[in-house]
């Protein structure tokens, strides 16, 4: 078992910049697949962002490729998510994911890849 709590979230104007930070606790953080989701109002949840054991790997969502980060720090059991250049349409509140222990690393995922749920963190671009 992996518990998350997710951090940064907030009100940001469109253009703005976020980070936002995962901290886990309960297992050998390296040993997961981790990623970012979030969902908006009336909609589904999507996946926005992964990235493998060690780092060296990500996949971004069309929705992130080239405005958000993701990165991870494994000696302090953190993932981050940077996002630059906000739009309204980012508005949701996105969760910190921790993959089921064994899945392959074969984007694209989906959330029933995911076992462990951080509580989430709003975020709110204003116009």
């Known amino acids: 078992q992996v518990q998350l709590l997710e951090s940064g979230g907030g009100l940001v104007q469109a253009g703005g910049y976020l980070k936002l930070s995962c901290t886990a606790s309960?297992?050998?953080?390296?040993?997961?697949?981790m990623a970012w989701f979030r969902q908006a109002p009336g909609k589904e949840r999507e996946l926005v962002t992964a990235?493998?054991?060690?780092?060296?790997?990500?996949y971004y969502a069309d929705s992130a490729k080239g405005r958000f980060t993701i990165s991870r720090d494994n000696a302090r059991n953190e993932l981050y998510l940077e996002m630059n250049s906000l739009v309204p349409e980012d508005t949701a509140v996105y969760y910190c994911?921790?993959?089921?222990?064994?899945?392959?690393?074969?984007?694209?995922?989906?959330?029933?890849?995911?076992?462990?749920w951080g509580q989430g963190t709003q975020v709110t671009v204003s116009s």
């Open positions: 994911a921790a993959a089921t222990y064994g899945t392959n690393y074969y984007p694209p995922f989906a959330s029933s890849d995911f076992g462990s």
């Open positions: 309960g297992r050998t953080f390296s040993d997961y697949i």
């Open positions: 990235i493998n054991w060690s780092g060296r790997s990500a």
